[in-house]
């Protein structure tokens, strides 16, 4: 159980397009979602936590107006790059929460990336 | 604000020996959660074994245990009879209690000699 399925695993686009990467938790409702940034060898960085119905909750740094963060319904979170540049090219991972509550100790649940590349 | 720390950006261990993945946190917070991520060359993060602060009794998942040191603010794993399938990337990964917003260490990257 607790499956998260991100979509695509890959994409290539052009500088100046905008892409979305989905998220979706297919066994369970997820009230929360959040999305990271992955650069190579390097740690998970919070970029946005989503929460369903409600606006997304950006890190420091992050711009929101490049990473527009939809979490429209309890089974799906939608991250869109616009006017995607080389410098955006990462991998990028969601997760959710099983919304057990704050209090227990579980674990988030990961999608398995999007590996976006600007050309 | 909180930060996790891994001193060990890679490590190598014999196949069948021990290893241990070094972690430390810094928090002023009193309840939290501790969880130890293993991302293999797929990237899919994979939950390895959690704990929570507030239990003095190390967490043990079969060949995976922990030496959580609160006062120190330490969290290491130890990974006994090394397999080939533990070649990853190990995050080490800090959640205040009442909040799932996850804070990972730089990672460890831990390769498996045959």
């Known amino acids: 159980g607790a499956v998260v399925s991100q979509h695509p695993s890959w994409v290539i686009c052009k500088s100046g397009t905008s892409v979305k990467i989905e998220c979706r938790s297919l066994d369970f409702q997820a009230t929360t979602m959040f999305w990271y940034r992955q650069f190579p060898k390097q740690s998970l960085m919070l970029m946005a936590t989503?929460?369903?119905?409600?606006?997304?909750?950006?890190e420091q740094g992050v711009e929101k107006d490049k990473f527009l963060i939809n979490h429209a319904s309890l089974t799906l979170s939608t991250l869109t790059v616009t006017s995607a540049h080389p410098e955006d090219s990462s991998f990028y991972i969601c997760?959710?929460?099983?919304?057990?509550?704050?209090?227990?100790?579980?674990?988030?649940?990961f999608g398995n990336g999007t590996r976006l590349t600007v050309t | 604000a909180q930060t996790v720390t891994q001193s060990q950006p890679e490590m190598s261990v014999q196949e069948a020996e021990t290893v241990t993945l070094s972690c430390t946190y810094d928090t002023s917070e009193s309840d939290y959660y501790l969880f130890w991520y293993k991302q293999p060359p797929s990237r899919q993060m994979i939950l390895v074994i959690r704990?929570?602060?507030?239990?003095?009794q190390n967490a043990t998942e079969n060949r995976f245990s922990v030496n959580f040191q609160k006062a120190a603010k330490s969290f290491s794993l130890k990974i006994s009879d090394s397999q080939l399938g533990d070649a990853a990337m190990y995050f080490c990964a800090y959640r205040i209690f009442g909040n799932e917003k996850l804070t990972f260490g730089t990672g460890t990257r831990l390769t498996i000699i045959p």
């Open positions: 704990q929570e602060a507030y239990k003095q």
């Open positions: 997760s959710a929460s099983t919304g057990k509550g704050l209090s227990y100790n579980s674990p988030l649940h």
């Open positions: 989503s929460n369903e119905g409600s606006k997304a909750t950006y």
